[in-house]
């Protein structure tokens, strides 16, 4: 169903420096007119914007060349500017629709967008019709899509045939954008090819491939012949306890939101935790095969279980293969870096672990941070939150880094940290609390490894693995701080209002409590003198407080609802993230309205 909009908005410009996946083409709206256009404002780092590219391509297939999604890459980070670098994440995520480079934000601000992902429908007549933040609409875009198609294919305006996607040829390299890699008894190395949905030994020398487990395809099937779907982490267990599980790998199967065990001697392989279904809200069980995850990244065995770096939901997780359960071990679900016990930390997408001791180090991307979890408390050494990085060695409490993905630990006590959007090899010495960067000019290195006495580096988008010279070095770059229009507001008390309606034939769900829940934070901390924490419901007074004149609130909001008629209803869970940029001034705004749409 199409909802009733009270005014007709013409659909803005599509500008920006270029495109991709069309041949070349420059397209405009006039050129779509007739097809039902979603624009999809994302950025190549957001875990949430990886979420939706998987949500829309089933509507993709479903309604065939009647829908053209748009993908407007709006940067987030500064290596998110460069167009090789976007080049390399449109294949590197399978994106299969036109792509609209737009680095200077200009089609974003024409839309007002606010927050990564963002979803825009056009009707075929070139008109806006919904707008939506976050991720988990893809049934709401296809009542939606469904309502327009019926709608415009009634009027005869509605054009189901052609499309302007043009497929970029496929390369040949012997591994494409590999993701982690690890150590094998007897000196070869397993790596996950993760655009190739596979894995694959090397030989000692790197380069020369022994064995393949996968059939190469987008999937989820166990057995001798198995599927993957973009798998990252890889975690060999201890001989007993791969003893008793009767597999000897763990891999994080990161789309599927799966984490399988690999038997190395024969690649049989089976399912061990999740549904194949992306986590949206607890279901009040631990057995691993009932658990529903999000975007499992990377793996590591420490404090006798395997912990897994769930980065889409900004957690890390603990899974046990002999008692099979799996449970959360460390945050809150809240996006942002707060240390502390580890039932209250927040975390920001974490995409690297490496197990020294007592010590276990993550490499937490979205806040580029390096921290560490010791004695049941989280730590961090390097990183100053969701909008801040750069490339700056020296004290760890000066450093900065930018979204950096991979992380071990050198047999000289150092962590060396793949700083991926920087392109370097970084180190960071718990003796002298000093960082340095050891390699530089490196393509998206996501994963180190220390072999042999070497250290090796996934570099990600050069599609192999390397070993750098290694120079240790001081640079000193430029800080970066990402900045967004603000929201006036006024000093003092603000009132928060999330606004919510069920979506038609459904209803809130209170089997388990209240079905809403908010949750309030804020960058820098300090900027809420009350307000900050889980509330349950969608209407809350903040304070914020003097002397503070900018910041970020960062606001989740979930709700959950189920069929309303159904004789089984189904539950369905609305989750939505916002981080809305304040600037308090006398003249702003009391009220801030935040819509969440189901």
Same mark, same amino acid.
């Given at each position: 169903?199409?909802?009733?909009?009270?005014?007709?908005?013409?659909?803005?410009?599509?500008?920006?420096?270029?495109?991709?996946?069309?041949?070349?083409?420059?397209?405009?709206?006039?050129?779509?007119?007739?097809?039902?256009?979603?624009?999809? /404002?994302?950025?190549?780092?957001?875990?949430?914007?990886?979420?939706?590219?998987? @949500?829309?391509?089933?509507?993709?297939?479903?309604?065939?060349?009647?829908?053209?999604?748009?993908?407007?890459?709006?940067?987030?980070?500064?290596? @998110?500017?460069?167009?090789?670098?976007?080049?390399?994440?449109?294949?590197?995520?399978?994106?299969?629709?036109?792509?609209?480079?737009?680095?200077?934000?200009?089609?974003?601000?024409?839309?007002?967008?606010?927050?990564?992902?963002?979803?825009?429908?056009?009707?075929?007549?070139?008109?806006?019709?919904?707008?939506?933040?976050?991720?988990?609409?893809?049934?709401?875009?296809?009542?939606?899509?469904?309502?327009?198609?019926?709608?415009?294919?009634?009027?005869?305006?509605?054009?189901?045939?052609?499309?302007?996607?043009?497929?970029?040829?496929?390369?040949?390299?012997?591994?494409?954008?590999?993701?982690?890699?690890?150590?094998?008894?007897?000196?070869?190395?397993?790596?996950?090819?993760?655009?190739?949905?596979?894995?694959?030994?090397?030989?000692?020398?790197?380069?020369?491939?022994?064995?393949?487990?996968? =059939?190469?395809?987008?999937?989820?099937?166990?057995?001798?012949?198995? @599927?993957?779907?973009?798998?990252?982490?890889?975690?060999?267990?201890?001989?007993?306890?791969?003893?008793?599980?009767?597999?000897?790998?763990?891999?994080?199967?990161?789309?599927?939101?799966?984490?399988?065990?690999?038997?190395?001697?024969?690649?049989? =392989?089976?399912?061990?935790?999740?549904?194949?279904?992306?986590?949206?809200?607890?279901?009040?069980?631990?057995?691993?095969?009932?658990?529903?995850?999000?975007?499992?990244?990377?793996?590591?065995?420490?404090?006798?279980?395997?912990?897994?770096?769930?980065? !889409?939901?900004?957690?890390?997780?603990? /899974?046990?293969?002999?008692?099979?359960?799996?449970?959360?071990?460390?945050?809150?679900?809240?996006?942002?870096?707060?240390?502390?016990?580890?039932?209250?930390?927040?975390?920001?997408?974490?995409?690297?672990?490496?197990?020294?001791?007592?010590?276990?180090?993550?490499?937490?991307?979205?806040?580029?941070?390096?921290?560490?979890?010791?004695?049941?408390?989280?730590?961090?050494?390097?990183?100053?939150?969701?909008?801040?990085?750069?490339?700056?060695?020296?004290?760890?409490?000066?450093?900065?880094?930018?979204?950096?993905?991979?992380?071990?630990?050198?047999?000289?006590?150092?962590?060396?940290?793949?700083?991926?959007?920087?392109?370097?090899?970084?180190?960071?010495?718990?003796?002298?609390?000093?960082?340095?960067?050891?390699?530089?000019?490196?393509?998206?290195?996501?994963?180190?490894?220390?072999?042999? !006495?070497?250290?090796?580096?996934?570099?990600?988008?050069?599609?192999?693995?390397?070993?750098?010279?290694?120079?240790?070095?001081?640079?000193?770059?430029?800080?970066?701080?990402? =900045?967004?229009?603000?929201?006036?507001?006024?000093?003092?008390?603000?009132?928060?209002?999330? *606004?919510?309606?069920?979506?038609?034939?459904?209803?809130?769900?209170?089997?388990?409590?209240?079905?809403?829940?908010?949750?309030?934070?804020?960058?820098?901390?300090?900027?809420?003198?009350?307000?900050?924490?889980?509330?349950?419901? *969608?209407?809350?007074?903040?304070?914020?407080?003097?002397?503070?004149?900018?910041?970020?609130?960062?606001?989740?909001?979930?709700?959950?609802?189920?069929?309303?008629?159904?004789?089984?209803?189904?539950?369905?869970?609305?989750?939505?993230?916002?981080?809305?940029?304040?600037?308090?001034?006398?003249?702003?705004?009391?009220?801030?309205?935040?819509?969440?749409?189901?």
């Amino acid at each position: 169903m199409v909802p009733k909009a009270q005014s007709r908005v013409r659909a803005a410009r599509l500008e920006g420096r270029g495109w991709l996946n069309t041949g070349g083409a420059r397209l405009d709206l006039d050129s779509l007119k007739g097809k039902i256009v979603v624009l999809d /404002f994302w950025t190549f780092c957001c875990i949430n914007c990886l979420h939706v590219l998987d @949500e829309l391509r089933p509507l993709e297939a479903k309604y065939g060349d009647a829908v053209v999604v748009v993908g407007v890459h709006s940067p987030k980070f500064e290596h @998110e500017r460069d167009p090789q670098a976007l080049a390399a994440a449109v294949e590197r995520y399978g994106v299969e629709h036109p792509v609209l480079d737009d680095p200077d934000l200009k089609t974003w601000d024409a839309y007002a967008a606010r927050a990564w992902p963002t979803l825009v429908v056009v009707d075929p007549e070139g008109y806006v019709v919904s707008t939506m933040a976050g991720e988990g609409h893809a049934e709401a875009l296809d009542r939606i899509i469904g309502g327009l198609v019926e709608t415009h294919a009634a009027k005869g305006n509605l054009d189901p045939e052609g499309s302007p996607y043009v497929a970029a040829p496929p390369a040949e390299t012997a591994l494409r954008f590999p993701g982690k890699a690890i150590a094998l008894p007897g000196g070869d190395v397993l790596v996950s090819d993760t655009a190739r949905h596979r894995l694959v030994r090397l030989a000692p020398d790197l380069s020369t491939v022994k064995t393949v487990i996968g =059939t190469g395809e987008r999937g989820r099937a166990d057995g001798a012949a198995p @599927e993957f779907n973009e798998p990252q982490g890889l975690v060999l267990l201890p001989a007993d306890v791969a003893a008793a599980a009767g597999y000897d790998l763990v891999v994080a199967d990161t789309v599927n939101h799966l984490l399988r065990g690999v038997d190395l001697a024969t690649g049989f =392989t089976t399912t061990v935790a999740g549904t194949g279904s992306q986590w949206r809200m607890d279901n009040g069980t631990d057995a691993a095969l009932d658990v529903d995850l999000s975007s499992p990244w990377d793996l590591a065995w420490y404090d006798g279980r395997v912990v897994v770096a769930m980065a !889409g939901i900004h957690q890390l997780w603990a /899974f046990d293969p002999v008692a099979r359960t799996v449970a959360p071990y460390a945050g809150t679900t809240v996006e942002s870096l707060k240390d502390g016990p580890l039932d209250q930390v927040w975390m920001a997408q974490p995409s690297g672990l490496a197990a020294d001791g007592a010590r276990l180090w993550i490499a937490d991307s979205e806040t580029s941070a390096l921290r560490y979890v010791e004695d049941g408390a989280m730590h961090t050494v390097v990183g100053q939150g969701l909008f801040d990085f750069g490339h700056v060695d020296g004290p760890a409490a000066d450093a900065l880094m930018q979204h950096p993905l991979g992380v071990a630990v050198l047999p000289d006590g150092r962590v060396a940290v793949a700083d991926t959007y920087n392109g370097a090899l970084r180190a960071y010495d718990p003796r002298t609390g000093e960082v340095a960067t050891l390699a530089s000019g490196l393509a998206e290195p996501s994963g180190v490894l220390a072999l042999g !006495g070497k250290v090796v580096v996934v570099e990600s988008a050069a599609h192999r693995l390397a070993v750098p010279d290694l120079s240790e070095a001081a640079v000193s770059g430029q800080h970066h701080r990402v =900045t967004r229009k603000r929201t006036r507001v006024a000093p003092g008390r603000v009132r928060l209002d999330v *606004l919510f309606e069920p979506a038609q034939g459904q209803k809130l769900d209170y089997t388990y409590g209240s079905p809403v829940q908010v949750t309030v934070s804020a960058d820098p901390p300090q900027l809420l003198a009350e307000g900050a924490g889980r509330t349950e419901d *969608l209407t809350r007074e903040l304070v914020l407080a003097d002397g503070i004149e900018k910041g970020v609130l960062q606001v989740v909001a979930q709700a959950a609802t189920c069929d309303a008629e159904a004789e089984h209803p189904a539950c369905h869970l609305t989750r939505q993230d916002w981080g809305v940029p304040v600037e308090i001034t006398g003249d702003g705004v009391s009220t801030l309205k935040l819509v969440l749409r189901s």
